[in-house]
C-alpha cells in the first residue's frame, strides 16, 4: 500500500460503505504503525483508498476505537487496548475520545429539527472551558498493538531460526507467517521482510539431531505436538519406542508402551518425555525422536482415557510443588535412573583450582545446582576445592570416569563402585 497522489483520488465517499472503510483503516493502522511508530489521522489519510474526506476519516476512525477499545480505561485492562492514542489512558471524563463524543452528540441534536441551538451551542461551551480547550481535542498519535511486540518477535522468529525440532525447508515459511503479524516497521537479523527470505540459510543451523531427509526434526516436531495436546487434555498416549539398526533406520520396538506424560524436556540436544508407566508407580523418560506410531489412548466410544494423577508417581514433583525441570535434570545424569533403586543424594567432588574451565563443566551437567563446600575445602590439600552436587549415585559413576582427569567423587559408595568398574576395564583392556 503507498499513499494515493491527490489527482489520482476520484469521488469515492458515494462509491464505498462504511464497512470497508473500516477495514481500509485497520489495514493501514496495522501495517504503518506500532508501538514504536504512532501515525496522526492526517497521514492514515494517504494510505486510504475509501474516503478523501478528512471528516468522514476522523469519524471512522473515532467510532473503531469505541467499538475495539474497552470502555474506559483502569490500569489493569492495558492488554485490551488493541488501538491505543494520545490520552486513551486519561481518566473517563478527561479521555481525549470522550469528550469528543459528548460534543458530537449535542452537535447532532442541533441538526434535529426544532432544536433549541442556542442552548446546545452554550453546552459546548461550557464543556470546552470546562477542560481548558477552544474545540474538540484531536485523536493523535495513533499505535495499533500487533500480537507481538519488538522483543516477542525476536524471541519467536529466535526460537524458529534456531529449532531441533523444525525441517530447515519450514523455517522460511514459518517465519514468514510471523512477519506478517508486524508492522511493516520491524525488522529482524534473520528475515529479510522487502525480498521476503531467510538473510541466514536454513541449513546453516545444526543440532546434533540434524538428519539430511529432515526426518529426524519433523518426528520430534510431531511427537511434541501430540504430547502437548495429551498433557493439555490429561490423557494417555501409546506408542513404539524404536532403536537405530546400522543403516540409521529407525526399527520400532517389537511392544507398546502407555505411559502418562507430564513433562517435556530437552536434555543436551535430545528431547525427552517425563512421565509415569500404566502399571507402576515409578517414572518414566523417554527420548521423544525414538517413539513411533505415537497417539493418545482412546476407549472403545473413542474418548481419551484420562491420565493417572501425577500424586500416584512417587518420582515426579507436581507442577504446584515446586516443580524444577533444571534440578531435576542435575539429579538424573544422561536422563537415566537408578537401577537399583537409590535416589539422588549430595555428593562431594574434589576438584583441582588451576583447571579453569572447572565451573563450566559443573555448569555444563549440573546448571546452578552446585555449591562449593567452604567447610570441605578447608581440610582439602592446597590445589584443590570441594564442591556438593545433588545428583543419581549409579550414573556418577559413569560421569566421574568420563572427567577422571578432573575430578574425584568422595562419596565411600561410589567410590567403591566406581573401582569395580576401572577393575573391569582394566581386565577388559589387558
Not at 476512525?61 to 488501538?83: S, T
Not at 546434533?208 to 490423557?235: C, P, W
Request: glycine share 4%.
Amino acid at each position: 500500500m503507498k499513499p494515493m497522489d491527490e489527482n489520482e483520488r476520484p469521488n469515492i465517499d458515494a462509491q464505498y460503505i462504511a464497512e470497508q472503510r473500516t477495514v481500509d483503516v485497520l489495514r493501514a493502522l496495522r501495517e504503518y504503525s506500532d508501538e514504536h511508530h504512532p501515525i496522526s489521522k492526517s497521514e492514515l489519510l494517504s494510505y486510504i483508498r475509501t474516503t478523501d474526506n478528512p471528516l468522514t476519516l476522523s469519524g471512522t476512525i473515532d467510532e473503531i476505537l469505541f467499538q475495539i477499545n474497552p470502555a474506559e480505561y483502569n490500569g489493569e485492562n492495558e492488554a485490551d487496548y488493541r488501538i491505543r492514542y494520545e490520552g486513551y489512558d486519561h481518566p473517563y471524563e478527561e479521555n481525549p475520545l470522550i469528550i469528543r463524543r459528548e460534543i458530537d452528540e449535542i452537535k447532532k441534536e442541533m441538526r434535529r429539527k426544532g432544536a433549541d441551538t442556542a442552548a446546545l451551542s452554550e453546552e459546548i461551551r461550557e464543556i470546552l472551558k470546562e477542560h481548558g480547550i477552544r474545540k474538540a481535542p484531536a485523536i493523535r498519535d495513533l499505535q495499533y498493538i500487533h500480537d507481538f511486540s519488538y522483543e516477542e518477535m525476536d524471541q519467536l522468529i529466535s526460537a524458529v531460526a534456531l529449532s531441533a525440532s523444525i525441517a530447515p525447508a519450514d523455517k522460511e515459511a514459518l517465519i514468514g507467517r510471523i512477519m506478517q503479524t508486524a508492522s511493516r516497521y520491524y525488522k529482524n537479523p534473520f528475515y529479510d521482510k522487502v525480498r521476503q527470505k531467510l538473510k541466514f540459510h536454513p541449513y546453516s543451523e545444526y543440532s546434533r539431531l540434524y538428519s539430511r531427509s529432515g526426518e529426524t526434526e519433523k518426528r520430534i516436531g510431531e511427537n511434541v505436538r501430540i504430547l502437548q495436546d495429551a498433557i493439555r487434555l490429561r490423557t494417555k498416549v501409546r506408542f513404539f519406542f524404536d532403536h537405530m539398526n546400522a543403516d540409521k533406520q529407525y526399527i520400532p520396538g517389537d511392544r507398546a508402551h502407555i505411559l502418562t506424560p507430564y513433562y517435556i524436556v530437552i536434555y543436551h540436544d535430545n528431547y525427552y518425555c517425563l512421565g509415569a508407566w500404566d502399571k507402576g508407580e515409578h517414572a518414566a523418560h523417554y527420548r521423544i525422536d525414538l517413539m513411533s506410531s505415537l497417539g493418545i489412548v482412546r476407549d472403545d466410544e473413542g474418548n481419551p482415557v484420562p491420565m493417572r494423577p501425577m500424586s500416584e508417581c512417587r518420582d515426579l514433583p507436581s507442577r504446584d510443588a515446586g516443580w524444577d525441570p533444571g534440578k531435576y535434570m542435575s539429579e538424573h545424569l544422561y536422563m537415566a535412573f537408578d537401577t537399583d533403586g537409590e535416589k539422588p543424594r549430595r555428593i562431594s567432588l574434589k576438584i583441582p583450582t588451576d583447571r579453569i574451565n572447572r565451573y563450566t563443566i559443573l555448569h555444563d551437567w549440573f546448571g546452578d545446582h552446585f555449591a562449593l563446600n567452604k567447610a570441605a575445602t578447608s581440610r582439602c590439600e592446597e590445589g584443590f576445592e570441594v564442591v556438593d552436587v545433588v545428583t543419581s549415585p549409579t550414573m556418577l559413576v559413569h560421569w566421574a570416569m568420563q572427567y577422571a582427569d578432573f575430578c574425584e567423587v568422595l562419596d565411600r559408595g561410589v567410590r567403591e563402585k566406581i573401582q569395580e568398574e576401572v577393575a573391569a576395564l582394566s581386565a577388559r583392556y589387558r
